[in-house]
């Protein structure tokens, strides 16, 4: 009974009741069942993953059956898996790995793809790069300061920025295409300035002290 092809490496084998052999024939693995009845054959194989780091694809021809029971996991949480020739399907995720179980018809081949979970914004390390820019004015014995901050995000999101303001300096107020929101803190004779954003992320936060 030939078993698989030239895509997959058997690389244990084993069988109950032990009569039966396994055999290697050219490129391909059959089984030889020294007499009737039935057998339970297991198997530990070696396949070759095809895709790419963003949608991984498992592709290996099977023994011909009226059915066959496909029970996977792979050591990847939350993956989206697709397997098209499967009459029922189901995914779970234990700890770090997702589980597939699938059944399919009279199909003599598995093909199942799957992408990875995608890191949310949120679980990305911010990367921020500011840039300040003042402009400083005296007239009639006040002091005029206007800020810009410039905040460029590489990679996750910026969801409060936070100013620290001298002592004695005092706030006009807050300016801001993103800005969502912003508030006064006073604390230690310091005053904050905080802004939020409506998206998580900003450009530009300019502020008139």
């Known amino acids: 009974m030939r078993l698989f092809g030239d895509d997959v490496t058997v690389r244990e084998f084993s069988a109950r009741p032990g009569n039966a052999t396994l055999l290697r024939e050219g490129k391909s693995f059959s089984a030889l069942l020294a007499k009737r009845g039935e057998t339970m054959l297991q198997l530990k ?19 011909s059956a009226l059915s066959s029971q ?4 792979i050591d990847q949480p939350e993956a ?15 700890g770090q790995q997702t589980r597939v179980e699938g059944i399919i018809g009279a199909s003599e081949r598995i093909e ?6 995608v890191k949310r914004a949120a679980e990305v390390a911010a990367n921020v790069i500011c840039q300040n820019n003042a402009l400083v004015s005296f007239g009639n014995g ?7 901050l410039d905040y ?7 969801r409060q920025a936070r100013v620290r303001l001298p002592a004695g300096h ?28 409506p998206h998580g992320c ?3 936060l300019p502020a008139h002290c």
């Open 70 to 73: 496909l029970a996977l996991a």
């Open 152 to 158: 460029q995000i590489t990679q996750g999101e910026m």
């Open 112 to 117: 199942l793809q799957w992408t990875p979970r």
């Open 80 to 94: 989206d898996v697709e397997f098209p020739a499967a009459v029922s399907v189901k995914s779970s995720t234990a």
């Open 202 to 204: 900003c450009e530009q």
């Open 45 to 63: 194989l070696l396949v070759k993953l095809g895709g790419d780091v963003t949608r991984r694809q498992l592709s290996f021809a099977i023994p």
């Open 170 to 197: 005092r706030l006009l107020r807050v300016e801001g295409e993103r800005i969502r929101s912003w508030e006064v803190q006073t604390g230690n004779d310091e005053q904050n300035r905080a802004g939020r954003t």
């Open 142 to 148: 006040v002091l005029n300061a206007r800020a810009v």
